[in-house]
Every structure is written in C-alpha cells, then in structure tokens.
C-alpha cells in the first residue's frame, strides 16, 4: 500500500514546496489490525460514500441548485474518515471544511448536507449556514466557523469541560495547514496543554491554503514540529491511508481518554481539487494533480490493500457502491422536493430571550414612523 | 446591614452564584492564587478550588473560545479580562464565534466577559478603555454596564444566569468609589431594564456608568443654582437598550441630552439619538445633544484626561444651553 518512494521527491521543487515525506507509522498500538473485516468494509464505504455525494454536489452546483461555494476533499477521503473512526460515539469532533466523511462517520446523513448546500428550509440550520457547517452534539459534532483555527479554542473549552466534569470523553479537532499560522490555532493548543485537556488536534496538510503552498506556510520542517513547542507529544502519518490515519487518532485518543492530555497529529495529503469549486488550480505545478490522480489516490490504495489482505473481491466492493449511489439518489430526491426557508425565520433565535426580533417597520405596513406615532395637541403649531 | 463596595458586591455575586451552582466558574488572567488584578475574585481560589478558579495562559481569544466552548455543554463560564481594553484580542471569538452561535448552529453560549472598564483613573490609552460600542453592533451579545453596587450584584447575577453570552462592563473608577447596602435575598436585577436614578421634569440626561454618577452631581447643581429639574436615566443594560424607559422620560420632559463617557462618533448616543428620532421625535422641545468624551485614544497625563472625558462642568454647560433652547 505505500506509494512509490519518489511519490514526493519529485513535487519538492515546485511552488507545492517542501511537503514532510509521508511516513507509514509504526503500528504501536496494532489498533488497525485488530479492526474486523466488516468495520475495514465500513471505513471503504465512508470514503466511497463521501465521494459519490460530493459528485452528486457537483452535478447540483452545475445545476446552479447549490447556491454557494462547493468544497471538495477529494484525494483526502481517508484522513477524514480514518482519523473520525477512531471515535466512540460519545466523543465529539470539530470538523473542517474537507472533513464531510468524518462528519459521515459521526452521524451527519447524505440528505441533511445535500439540504445545507441547497439552503433548503428544513437544512440543518435552516438556511442560515452554508455547506458542511453545522453541528449536532447529540451525534456528537460541533459546527465549524469560517475563521480559521478558531475552533482550536473551542474545542479546547468543550474538551475542559470534559475534564472539570470527570467525563471519559475526548474532543477531536480539525485544522488545516494554514490555520496552523493563526493565532487561535496558538492560544488554543496552548491552553489545552497546559490545562491537559483531552483534546486530539489534526492537522491535515494538504499542500495548499486556498493557493499558497505549505512553503509559504510555515519555515518549521513540518507542521508536527510544533508539537514539542507546546510540550505535546506529535505525530505524522500518512494522511492517504485510512489505515495509517485510524491507527494514530486512535492511539491519540486513547492517551487523551486516559488523562495524558492533548496530542498533535499532521496527516499528509494532497487536495486535488481547488479551494473551492470555482478556483482553476493554475497555481499547482503542472502534472502534480495528475500524479495524486493516479498514484495516490485514497480510495484505490485501500481497494488494493482489503484485496491484496482481506481478499474483498470486486463484486463485494460494487455491491457496496450501488448500496451508497442508491442512498445518495434517494436523499437527492429528498432535499430536491424539500422548500426555500421563510424569510421572515431569520428573525428568530438571536437570543433565548427575547426569541424573536420584530421586522422593521416599513415591513409591516406602516407608511412612516412618524405617521404610527402619538403626537403633542400642539405638534405642528410652531408655537411650542 | 454593612455597606460594602461595587467591586465587593460583584464578588459577592459570582460567591453566591458558585455556591448556587456547581456549572459556575471562573476564568482568566491571574484570578487564582492572586486574585485578580484588582482582587475582584480574592478569596474564591481558596473557596472553591483550582478547578473553579482556573488561572490561564495570557490568551483571550483562547479561554474566551474555550469559555464558549465549555458553554455549548452546558457550564456557565464566567471570565475576567484583566483589563477590558484586551477584550479586542477576543473580539474575532466573541463576535464571529459566541455571537452567532445559537443563531446558526442552535448552541447555547452562556457565559459572562466581565472586566475593569473606563478611564477618570489615569490608566492611559490602554488601561482605560470603554469598548462597549464596538459590541453593540454585534447581534448575539448582551451588553450590561452597572452603575451602583446594587446593580452590579443584580446585574452579575442575572448575567451569570442568563442564556446568551453577557458582556459585564466593570467600571474601575466605581470599584472602590461606591458601596450600597445590597437587598436581601437572592437579588437579581433584570438585563434590558434601566433606573431612573434621579426624578426630574425640565430635562433629561441618559447615561450609563461612571457618568452616572457625574450627571447626578451635575443636577444637584443645575437644581440649586438654576432651579432646574433633571432627571437622570441609568441604562445599566445597554444591549438590550429599554427603548421604553427612553421615550418615557423624552415625553416627560421633551429635553434630552445623553452622556457616556465612549468616544463620540460611532457611539451609542449616537444610536440613542436616532431611537428617539424614530419613535418620539414629536415630543422633543430641542434637539438631542450628547456629552461624550473626544475622538482621541485617551491620554495618560491628568491635564489630559480631563480634558477628554466628560466632566461634572460639560454636562452642566450643555444642560443650561439645553434648557434655554
């Protein structure tokens, strides 16, 4: 399963930049081993499932029915879901922008992100948030905000709360490599090391933050070279092999679920896609997407691995496909047939109390203030 | 019972308040063993523990995250910003995150940003600030300002209390400057009301804080030395605004100036003008006029300060022209 070994000398030069070598972890723990052969089926259908519902948004925005950007994590399936896996159900995650199949893994349904996207009424958030941001604490994920590393801190404070409370539940956050130059990526990190919150922090380096390569990031040798800074343990594994990424979370989160505080995880990936849908990817090095493409894709390296160590057979893995191309279409269909939001709904929610702000007045039929209000008996007399 | 000091009845609340509630604690910069830097919170380290008194990094965008973080789970974070001019190294979390958390993700933030606030104390352009206007603009927040030892009680408690994140203006001037005797019982004052603090009939001057406590040493004045009623307006809560309590003393006494102690453009007397330009512009005999500190960071040197804020004198010079417009 490990890619060719000139996989990342050969985009060092080029404007990617520096990117760490992948390296296969030791298998410490031996937690991926020890998975069943029906929870490595789970783990090939939450990619697939991720990426089939992420065409099917592609298909929809080229329909103009997604209204606003499209994210794709494409190539980066297995760091999402590997790194969600190593989750109990009780434990909460932080996802980002590339991490729709962790929010899969933690519950999030195909037809609630195809609502989301559409701005559809019953969306998870009713139409008020975009894409993958939105959350749910039952199921265990907290909705991210687009202010990079900010969710560092908060989830720091959930993982706090875990602590002050006794509860045996660990947190799970998500940062991309540009957020790792923020300031709340910093204070966040750093308060959960000194608090020794269970708190588990992932950095997934894709090579890129919208167009600026890693290089342009950070003058660290990796981004996991931050860890000590911080007085955590960390630890970078290849961010391609859903193996590789289960086996380090897990690890990680046991520590935290034991009280050995936070851990720093940079998972090494590529985003074959651009920031978002629109971008044209014109800053990559030509024939870097291509190679990804077609050496170090996720989803066929684990395809190779469960027939080569499983023997899963073809037959096995389409039957899976038409199982998550049947479940997609159906919730397409869903949130296809489901309505606009009122408009008026945005007015309610700001606060507990009072739940409901009053629409301005030229809203509601009024033809001016100043007509709706009471007047002095000598208003309009000039003498006072 | 004693009298005891503003800063004294806001500690008293937060006891009272970890007592009532096991999901209360407190946050912040060097609040623990050494009690704050103005000992708001001596004393409550060795009460409840170091679990309840968490001393942190010098980071407020991470206990302020981390304060709503441990919100969404239902604990009651109070945190103090050790000066509230560093609540602008907190001002992504609390507008961007806290704010708008119920409205997009349905996550209740309950927490309290509490801090030293204001200047008349010679604090300098950073020791002296009062931000409250640049969170008035936020939806999501709750902006409470107290005047009296009374109000700072009541208002904490409700704040602590409340569902929403409450933004605790602490004005350091009044710490030490002002006591009261606080009611018995469990005294809550509710957030969104205001206090007529002084009944008058010839004007009125809306005001908040320590300014307060200017405009009511300026109507004792303008009564003795120009016969003039004035009535006094203490919002206390600032976000929400008592629009009620507004167009009540502007239909009372047609003649309304407002005072804080905030830069003026862009401040809330700006706001207030056009609340009642909107809604009892009928009853005004005169323009609204505002008494409000210079557009200029605040000086350190006292000559300096002085000139800047509002002083007992402004308000009485702009009252008189108010008065005889």
């Known amino acids: 399963m490990d890619a060719p070994a000139d996989s990342t000398a050969s985009l060092a030069t080029g404007v990617g930049g520096r990117r760490p070598t992948p390296v296969d972890l030791p298998v410490q723990g031996g937690y991926a081993a020890r998975l069943p052969r029906e929870r490595k089926l789970e783990l090939y259908r939450w990619m697939r499932l991720t990426r089939t519902l992420e065409e099917r948004l592609v298909a929809l925005y080229r329909q103009t029915k997604v209204v606003g950007g499209l994210f794709r994590s494409l190539g980066q399936e297995a760091d999402a879901v590997g790194s969600a896996f190593a989750l109990e159900r009780r434990d909460i995650l932080s996802p980002l922008i590339r991490n729709l199949g962790s929010m899969l893994v933690k519950g999030a349904t195909p037809v609630e992100i195809l609502k989301q996207y559409m701005a559809k009424g019953d969306s998870p958030t009713r139409g008020r948030e975009l894409n993958i941001h939105f959350g749910d604490l039952d199921r265990g994920f907290v909705g991210q905000i687009s202010h990079l590393g900010d969710m560092v801190p908060v989830m720091a404070g959930v993982a706090l709360s875990f602590k002050l409370r006794g509860e045996d539940r660990v947190v799970l956050v998500y940062v991309g490599d540009g957020a790792t130059s923020t300031g709340a990526f910093h204070e966040g990190i750093n308060f959960a090391a000194v608090q020794k919150v269970p708190l588990v922090c992932i950095v997934e380096n894709n090579g890129y933050a919208y167009s600026t390569p890693t290089a342009r990031q950070t003058a660290a040798r990796a981004f996991v070279d931050k860890a000590p800074g911080y007085g955590i343990p960390g630890v970078v594994a290849d961010g391609n092999d859903v193996l590789a990424t289960y086996e380090v979370t897990k690890a990680a989160v046991d520590r935290a679920r034991a009280g050995g505080g936070p851990t720093l995880i940079e998972l090494v990936t590529y985003r074959r896609k651009g920031h978002a849908e629109h971008d044209n990817q014109s800053y990559v090095p030509d024939g870097e997407i291509e190679w990804w493409a077609a050496n170090n894709d996720p989803i066929d390296r684990y395809v190779q691995w469960l027939a080569e160590h499983e023997h899963v057979t073809p037959a096995e893995l389409a039957a899976l496909d038409e199982e998550v191309q049947r479940q997609v279409d159906a919730a397409t269909e869903e949130a296809e047939r489901a309505g606009t939001p009122e408009p008026a709904d945005c007015l309610e929610g700001i606060y507990a109390e009072p739940p409901r702000l009053g629409a301005h007045w030229y809203r509601e039929g009024v033809r001016s203030a100043v007509e709706r209000n009471e007047r002095p008996a000598s208003w309009g007399t000039h003498d006072g | ?325």
């Open chain 2, 1 to 325: 019972m004693a009298e005891i000091t503003y800063l004294e009845a806001i500690r008293e609340a937060l006891v009272e308040e970890m007592e009532r509630d096991p999901e209360v604690f407190c946050m912040g910069e060097d609040i623990g063993a050494y009690g704050g830097a103005f000992k708001v919170t001596e004393g409550l380290m060795a009460r409840f523990g170091e679990h309840r008194v968490i001393d942190t990094p010098i980071s407020e965008a991470g206990f302020v995250g981390a304060a709503a973080g441990a919100a969404h789970m239902g604990m009651r974070p109070v945190v103090e910003l050790q000066f509230i001019d560093f609540i602008s190294c907190a001002y992504d979390m609390l507008t961007n995150y806290v704010a708008t958390a119920r409205y997009r993700a349905f996550l209740p933030c309950p927490m309290v940003v509490r801090g030293p606030s204001g200047g008349y104390v010679r604090g300098g352009p950073f020791h002296s600030q009062n931000p409250e206007a640049a969170f008035l603009h936020t939806p999501g927040l709750k902006i409470v300002y107290p005047a009296t030892a009374e109000d700072a009680k009541g208002l904490m408690k409700a704040a602590i209390r409340d569902e929403d994140c409450v933004l605790f203006f602490e004005h350091k001037y009044l710490y030490r400057r002002i006591k009261g005797v606080m009611p018995a019982g469990d005294h809550v004052v509710p957030i969104g009301k205001a206090r007529t603090a002084r009944e008058g009939t010839d004007l009125s001057i809306i005001t908040y804080a320590a300014t307060v406590h200017k405009a009511l040493e300026a109507a004792e004045q303008l009564a003795a030395e120009d016969g003039l009623s004035v009535e006094v307006i203490d919002l206390r809560s600032l976000l929400p605004m008592d629009d009620e309590a507004i167009v009540a003393t502007v239909r009372k006494t047609h003649r309304v100036m407002i005072v804080h102690e905030d830069t003026r453009t862009g401040g809330i007397a700006g706001e207030i003008t056009a609340r009642i330009n909107e809604s009892c512009f009928e009853w005004l005999d005169a323009p609204v006029l505002r008494v409000t500190a210079h557009d200029v960071p605040l000086p350190y040197a006292p000559a300096l300060e002085d000139f800047v804020l509002p002083q007992v004198r402004d308000i009485v010079t702009v009252a008189r022209h108010l008065a005889r417009y």
